[in-house]
């Protein structure tokens, strides 16, 4: 479909490293990722057997291949082809047959079929400025059935706005020195810098006004991750 030319490419926000194999192959052990209490949270709000989940932003795929191993059918998107080789293979690895790859982002994905039970998505909203953050969500409470549940975790500044020296100089300062063993002071120095996230004082209300009522909210004791379970209304 033809965008309009004041529409924003996607894969030119996405961040230059996850387009990157290279990157991308390291990418699990960096991130240590254990999908697991977030299935427990979305088991909790009705997730089983017969529901049908997006995953955008999916990345390596870790959270749609734990969920595909006990649910009807998953759907991963990212804009990364990177991204999807790697979660694709680590599905055929796994002999998860349930489980559809397409590249496309949040402003682009066409979604075909019936209207899904869920939505997740993880650290990736942050990539739109609040704008399109905006019409993103609007376009993720289209595609669930009335009453379903979004579930959005990423790095989300819960702080005045006095304590936003402290709250990111804490953050940096507990980062790790080496790459492989997660984000350094300098990559989170450049995610403050370069990329979107916001306010939670921000993002909450964008989330009633794009169709959500937040039923639940984490912030983390740092002030700099939440995790949000959300039913379109
Ligand atoms: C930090 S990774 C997180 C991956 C995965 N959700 C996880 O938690 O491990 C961010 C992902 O978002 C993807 N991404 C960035 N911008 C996007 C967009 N506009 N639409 C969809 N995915 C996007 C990137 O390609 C990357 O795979």
Known sequence: M???????????????????????????????????????????????????????????????LAAAATCHRVIAIDVSAAMLQAAHQKAEALGLTNI????????????????????????????????????ALGRLAMILKPGGVLRLSDIVFSCDLADVEAVIEAWLAAAPDRPEEGWTKAELEAHVREEHSTFSWLLEPMLERTGFEIISASHSESKVFAAYNCRST
């Open 100 to 135: 559809e790859f397409v590249r496309a982002g949040f402003l682009t994905y066409a979604h075909q079929g019936d209207l899904v039970d869920f939505v997740y998505t993880r650290n990736a909203l942050h990539h739109l400025p609040d704008f399109w953050k905006s019409v």
């Open 2 to 64: 033809t965008q309009p030319s004041w529409f924003p490419d996607e894969a030119h926000r996405a961040g230059e490293e996850h387009l990157d194999a290279a990157y991308v192959e390291h990418y699990d052990a960096k991130a240590r990722f254990d999908p697991e209490s977030d299935l427990t949270v979305l088991r909790e709000l009705g997730f089983g057997p017969k529901s049908t989940l997006v995953d955008i932003g999916a990345g390596t795929g870790t959270l749609s």
